[in-house]
Nanobody
Framework: QGQLVESGGGLVQAGASLRLSCVAS??????MGWFRQAPGKEREFVAA????????TYADSVKGRFTISRDNAKNTVYLQMNSLKPEDRAVYYC?????????????????????WGQGTQVTVSS
């Protein structure tokens, strides 16, 4: 069975950076992504990347500040978060999808992902 374990969350000041990591085990995932859920809000898409890293997509709210990457040798996906804002505060979840056809848009809906991590808290103080 596939398993995802996130790490790297924490409390930082606005303008700071954090890097989240998600280690996958048990399965080879075609697409891996990050979602986040703030208190009282629905879970929202942040970023996703294909296995070859040739396809990535970002939510408009994080474009230019966040970068997703993956190291297949380590079965790990990263989310580098720069210029953090208080509105980035949320629990960040790693998600993964087994199959994906190259040429299709990388999935951005949570329902399109089959595996989820337990989440890691990111808090940004103003």
């Amino acid at each position: 069975q596939g398993q995802l374990v996130e790490s790297g969350g924490g409390l930082v000041q606005a303008g700071a950076s954090l890097r989240l990591s998600c280690v996958a085990s048990g399965r080879t995932f075609s697409v891996m992504g990050w979602f986040r859920q703030a208190p009282g809000k629905e879970r929202e898409f942040v970023a996703a990347i294909s296995r070859s890293s040739t396809s990535t997509t970002y939510a408009d709210s994080v474009k230019g500040r966040f970068t997703i990457s993956r190291d297949n040798a380590k079965n790990t996906v990263y989310l580098q978060m720069n210029s953090l804002k208080p509105e980035d505060r949320a629990v960040y979840y790693c998600a993964a999808r087994l199959l994906w056809r190259s040429g299709n848009q990388v999935p951005v809906r949570s329902a399109e992902y089959e595996y989820w991590g337990q989440g890691t808290q990111v808090t940004v103080s103003s």
